[in-house]
């Protein structure tokens, strides 16, 4: 039986907690590869480890998971418009691409440089196996693609399902075994 500190320890997943530090070192898998199918398609949803992110396909196809809210007022980027090779806020129209640079402010005279300064937390992302899979941990630490049987063989003999389930990670893992 663990004691309430330790199963604090084990199942916090946050920046910052050793359990969430732990996890942020390999790939994660996060969504479908056909929940994004399309470029310029609407914005989804993703908390990952405690973070409340936002996965969108842009228009070269490139997929990108950044912070959910824009740096400029904190507006949900969930409601933001998919165009022209970046997500842009509704609120006042700053836009950004998949690795969470700042490409446009409406709201700033041409010559100003003020958008080079501004990034919101992006994450890598690789599509395998239809499957979309996210790197959290140090930048240049990606560790290899997870090499699963599964990931190996022809789309028409592979079944991907999804599932939710409100539980941590150890309460998920002990039910399955």
């Known amino acids: 039986m663990l004691t309430s500190q330790e199963n604090e320890r ?16 390999f790939w994660l898998p996060f969504l479908l590869e056909s929940d994004l199918h399309e470029a310029d398609g609407p914005p989804v949803r993703v908390t990952l480890l405690g973070e409340r992110l936002v996965a969108f396909r842009d228009s ?12 400029h007022r904190c507006a ?7 165009e022209e090779g970046g997500l842009r806020c509704t609120y006042h129209g700053w836009k950004y691409d998949v690795d969470g640079k700042c490409l446009d402010m409406p709201t700033e005279d041409a010559e100003s440089s003020y958008k080079e300064n501004i990034r919101l937390t992006a994450y890598p992302v690789r599509e395998r196996a239809g499957v979309l899979w996210a790197y959290m941990g140090p930048k240049g630490q990606e560790p290899e693609m997870p090499e699963f049987e599964w990931a190996r063989v022809p789309n028409n003999f592979r079944f991907i399902s999804w599932n939710f389930q409100q539980n941590n990670f150890v309460q998920a893992i002990d039910g399955g075994i």
Do not use: K, Y
């Not at 199942?11 to 070192?25: A, D, I, K, N, S």
């Not at 070269?60 to 740096?71: E, F, P, Q, T, V």
């Not at 949900?76 to 998919?82: I, T, V």
């Open 60 to 71: 070269s196809g490139r997929i990108g998971l950044i912070d959910r809210n824009c740096a």
């Open 76 to 82: 949900d980027l969930f409601f933001g418009r998919n």
């Open 10 to 25: 084990l199942t916090r997943v946050g920046r910052g907690t050793p359990t969430g530090e732990l996890m942020r070192r």
